[in-house]
């Protein structure tokens, strides 16, 4: 693998990680009343979109071929079967949760190499990935920080909300 | 520049112009009448997201050496003096305007080599740029990618509105 792949993962785990960075930071500056409200009327709350992103982080780890999630329970509740009224966990739960996923799979990330970046993930057979070689890991992150990236701006709208 | 470096601006431009496109069918969902409506109560209307949105997106021409913006005027309009209660252009206007930077934009992209995309964007200086080689143009379309998400997820909350 030469310099310049390298240096391009690089890129995208520097953006990937800097997403992370400003959701916490933009998480950390809501109070739990704030994260419990809806983000505009009618949709969802902060509280079901901070639990959607755990989910989905979380289930990078089968996907990416990186160990087992942390807290299935999280894919029937906040992917699968969303349901954003229900109260699955407080806000102090999902925090936690948000922050423990985030770190072990901060560490699986900075241990992979350029090239396995480029290997498959593991929803496409080695057969479609012969053919279909963008069907990577890589693939798999950028378009997870398009999502973490969409949901921030959601959620960025309980700033400055009455408690 | 070896296959790895090609495939990987590949999947970044990919997933950029999903991004667009997914932008593209949300805005002509939208009528006229929702695109002015603000996308929550007191914030950015969704013509102004539109605006700022073109004009990043412009401003990335004169920043990737890649030409001169467009509508150098959305510029202090929608980035410099951001006035999201001032209607400086129609929705009519704004979703020309957007249709036509990023046709031009996907043209430019398309023409650039693996080894062009890390080359340095015009905000760094020569010196700076050997010390730092990460400000290239593939971080720049990295970064504008995120921020295309970030503002998608808002404007999509204007789905559904009363016109």
Chains 1, 2 share one sequence.
Not at 29 to 53: I, K, M, V
Not at 106 to 112: G, I, V
């Amino acid at each position: 693998m030469d310099t310049s792949a390298n240096l391009m993962v690089k890129l995208v785990l520097d953006n990937w990680f800097g997403a992370i960075k400003r959701t916490d930071t933009l998480i950390h500056s809501l109070t739990d009343e704030q994260l419990l409200q809806e983000t505009a009327p009618g949709r969802n709350r902060g509280s079901y979109l901070l639990g959607h992103l755990t989910a989905v982080h979380d289930a990078m780890l089968p996907l990416l071929g990186l160990g087992d999630t942390l807290h299935p329970e999280l894919l029937e509740q906040y992917i699968k079967n969303a349901d954003s009224k229900t109260d699955h966990h407080t806000p102090a739960q999902l925090r936690q949760y948000w922050s423990e996923v985030n770190e072990v799979i901060t560490a699986k990330f900075n241990a992979l190499t350029a090239d396995e970046w480029l290997q498959k993930h593991t929803s496409v057979s080695a057969e479609d990935f012969a053919k279909e070689p963008h069907r990577n890991r890589l693939n798999v992150l950028l378009s997870r920080f398009g999502h973490l990236e969409y949901h921030r701006g959601q959620i960025a709208y309980l700033k400055g909300k009455a408690d």
